[in-house]
């Protein structure tokens, strides 16, 4: 098990009650803490950003040509009320105007060789609004795939918290359509061939939650604004009766393979991470370890599950007692 604790400050375990800036809401219901949803969890594709963390720049364009396009991107925590993520990690990246990406080809995927090139691709971290800001050009397209921007998002440690990808409106006067017409610019395909969202394989899943809106024109260029809600640890002050256990939202949520669980607990002790499926079947073996008292991470490993929603249950024995609680999980 990896522990981290998070904030140290103001925390003690000497008085009547522990007040901390907490990663739980722990004396409220996750229904009652959560008005929005996190944002469809989506393929990072066959090109993902090799070593992000050299490409933390604001202008992405490099030496692409095309219509300037300024992508603004929020991230809001559902587990902090649905507020604002400071400090979470964005990497974003996508085609050029003729569908080809960089740091990739000589293969069949891509037969033209951009290995040695680092264009449309970037990494910026979220401010007190949770948001970010990229100066691009708006995307090709490709077989198979409709217009669209990648997208990971870390939180301020390195943990991942959710991969995704933006979605472009389609219709008659899409910028889309406007865009892939604009062959003076560039834009050679038209939209002849063009897999449109509905039809997207990678969209099947729906793009409500990953449609962008888009402003601007051919002649000034265009605005992108996206929102995307993510499941990060919330950061509000709150006051933990003594001799109590609280529970947290594991992030990232969805997980692929390994997420973590937040946790308070008064004193140390054991802890014991069941995983059930809906019917109420135990799904792998149970995970134990100890803990210190005070706020905790509990790392847990679902890799061998099937894509589904599950219940996790931990179990805290203390010298106070022992305390359970439970939280749903979805497994991409």
């Known amino acids: 098990m990896e522990r981290k604790d998070f904030l140290r400050k103001g925390f003690s375990l000497l008085g009547a009650a522990i007040v901390v800036p907490s990663l739980l809401r722990a004396n409220q219901s996750e229904s009652e803490t959560t008005t929005c949803t996190v944002t469809n969890s989506e393929t990072a594709g066959p090109f993902p950003t ?25 991230i809001i925590n559902v587990n902090a009320n649905c507020t604002a993520l400071q ?5 974003i990246w996508h085609c050029d105007k003729d569908g080809y ?12 060789n951009y290995t040695n090139n680092t264009f449309l ?20 397209w490709y077989t ?20 995704t990808q933006i979605a472009f409106p389609e219709g008659s006067n899409s910028a889309v359509v406007q865009v892939n017409s604009a062959t003076s610019y560039g834009y050679t395909k038209g939209m002849t061939g063009y897999t449109y969202n509905a039809n997207d394989n990678v969209f099947s899943d729906g793009v409500t939650s990953e449609m962008s809106t888009i402003t601007g024109s051919i002649a000034n260029g265009f605005d992108l604004t996206h929102t995307i809600y993510v499941a990060g640890p919330v950061l509000n002050t709150q006051t933990f009766e003594s ?36 019917s109420g079947r135990r799904v792998q073996q149970p995970l134990r370890t100890s803990i210190d008292g005070g706020i905790q991470e509990i790392e847990l490993n679902v890799s061998g599950l099937s894509k589904g929603i599950y219940i996790y249950k931990v179990m805290v024995e203390t010298a106070t007692g022992k305390f359970e609680q439970s939280k749903k999980l979805s497994k991409t």
């Open 50 to 74: 090799l070593t992000p963390s050299s490409l933390v720049r604001t202008n992405i364009t490099g030496d692409r040509t095309g219509i300037p396009m300024d992508i603004t991107i929020t």
């Open 87 to 91: 400090g979470a990690l964005v990497d």
């Open 101 to 112: 990406y960089s740091q990739y080809g000589g293969t069949g995927m891509q037969t033209v």
């Open 121 to 140: 691709r970037g990494r910026q971290t979220t401010d007190t609004n949770g948001q970010v800001a990229f100066t691009s050009i708006f995307p090709g």
């Open 144 to 163: 198979g795939r409709s217009t669209h921007i990648h997208v990971h998002i870390y939180s301020a440690s390195g943990t991942s918290l959710l991969v």
């Open 243 to 278: 001799n109590t256990f609280y529970l947290g939202q594991n992030y990232p949520n969805p997980v692929e393979e390994i997420t973590k669980i937040p946790i308070v607990s008064k004193a140390a002790g054991t802890v014991e991470v069941t995983v059930y499926d809906l």
